[in-house]
């Protein structure tokens, strides 16, 4: 009897200019995982920037996912009580997500998706961008790194000499820590 697919929750918080490299690893991911939920930040649900309209966004990730979007807490609330994915990637993480996550607050859909999934003792898949992870977010970046069912695509510095603080995850390789973190373990290395 062949197992089914894993079922992959896909959160997109507000990291505007990561979007193009995180959507090409979200159609890279398609491939593999069929049964992909996309879930969006109130942030990223409903800002447009220098990078596109939120709305063109949303339909991108919908038309790859071939679902509609969970936008609210409300939709959000389900996925753990009902065990709706086996794993979650939250790509792009920002700063104020990784905040969040480290400091127990679920006040939005793409932090109430994870709070309700980790219930269930499940891995969680964190692609940073954030201009402040090797300052402000430092802290927070370790605290995520301690705790269990949390795995990082890898990252490194974006731009060393203008944003030395800057963090961003190595995109290409979201699929293969996927596939990582469904067995219990994390892509190395996981500085790059």
Request: aromatic share 6%.
């Amino acid at each position: 009897m062949e197992r089914p697919s894993p079922r992959i929750g896909f959160a997109l918080c507000g990291s505007f200019c990561t979007y193009e490299p995180v959507l090409a690893a979200l159609a890279a991911l398609k491939r593999s995982y069929p049964d992909i939920l996309p879930i969006l930040s109130q942030t990223a649900a409903s800002t447009d920037s220098r990078f596109g309209t939120a709305e063109s966004f949303r339909t991108r990730i919908e038309a790859i996912c071939g679902r509609s979007a969970v936008c609210t807490i409300a939709q959000a609330e389900p996925i753990g009580p009902k065990k709706l994915l086996d794993l979650l990637v939250i790509a792009p993480c920002t700063g104020n997500t990784l905040a969040k996550l480290a400091n127990g607050i679920a006040d939005t859909p793409v932090t109430l998706a994870c709070k309700a999934h980790l219930r269930n003792a499940r891995p969680v898949v964190l692609a940073v961008s954030t201009n402040d992870g090797l300052s402000a977010n430092a802290r927070n970046l370790g605290e995520l790194l301690n705790r269990r069912h949390y795995y990082f695509v890898p990252f490194g510095q974006d731009n060393a000499e203008k944003k030395p603080c800057s963090l961003v995850a190595d995109m290409s390789l979201l699929p293969r820590t996927v596939e990582l973190a469904l067995e219990g373990r994390q892509l190395q290395p996981l500085l790059v």
